[in-house]
């Protein structure tokens, strides 16, 4: 099965600092991909999508200065968190597809941010 | 607007059957999917509905029907490790996906 992998899982940082996630499609191309953010006991809210070699599309109220997305390759998306705010702790999680129009994401783990 | 409505906790025994129920709303359909999420974990696949029916994989089903823009999950014979919230997301007509709240699953012995 298409597997989709997050690093780090977890990752503690002081405020004012930059955090980079990695998602990584292990065994597909992915042309898209999409980043994610959980608080505790809510859902899935889309922060952006994004899709290779081209510009990220970012869902309204999410700052595409703060959270930075790059889409280098079709196995690999970075979201950068920069200037990272106790605020900004939650759960981020990405989700990959082949294809613009298939059905079906493949989620990875999660990244669990905490900043203090 | 896009909406999923679905219910915020239910309760179940175990060995019983449970039914969790999803309505949508959305700007054209191109399916309906169930995930399931355990605490601290991410989202696993669980079904794809985009014909009416029913469709049923080993203890859990899923069945949609479109005119009425409503979908549910079926579990049977629930095991504790059922225990766990229950995601229904509508995807819309540019492919990406509407998600409900969740429904968080209580197993009781």
């Known amino acids: 099965g298409a597997v989709v992998s997050q690093h780090p899982s977890r990752v503690i940082c002081k405020s004012g600092t930059s955090v980079k996630i990695e998602c990584r499609s292990l065994?597909?191309?992915?042309?898209?991909m999409f980043w994610y953010r959980q608080f505790p006991k809510k859902s899935l809210m889309l922060m952006a999508t994004?899709?290779?070699?081209?510009?990220?599309?970012?869902e309204q109220g999410v700052e595409k200065d703060k959270f930075l997305i790059n889409h280098a390759s079709l196995t690999l998306s970075t979201l950068t968190v920069t200037s990272a705010h106790p605020e900004d702790s939650s759960f981020y999680i990405c989700?990959?597809?082949?294809?613009?129009?298939?059905?079906?994401?493949?989620f990875g783990p999660g990244t669990r941010l905490l900043v203090l | 607007g896009q909406n999923i409505d679905q219910p915020t906790e239910m309760t179940a025994t175990e060995g019983a059957i449970v039914q969790i129920n999803c309505t949508y709303q959305?700007?054209?359909?191109?399916?309906l999917f169930w995930y399931q999420q355990h605490a601290g974990e991410a989202p696993t696949f669980l079904s794809y509905n985009v014909l009416d029916g029913l469709e049923e994989k080993g203890r859990f089903s899923s069945f949609l029907s479109r005119s009425k823009g409503y979908s549910y999950l079926l579990l049977k014979e629930l095991q504790m490790k059922d225990s766990a919230s229950y995601l229904c997301a509508a995807m819309d007509s540019n492919y990406q996906l509407i998600w409900g709240a969740g429904t968080k699953l209580i197993i009781k012995p």
């Open positions: 994004s899709n290779e070699g081209s510009k990220a599309t970012y």
């Open positions: 959305t700007s054209g359909f191109n399916g």
């Open positions: 989700s990959a597809r082949v294809g613009s129009s298939s059905e079906t994401q493949y």
């Open positions: 065994d597909f191309q992915a042309t898209t």
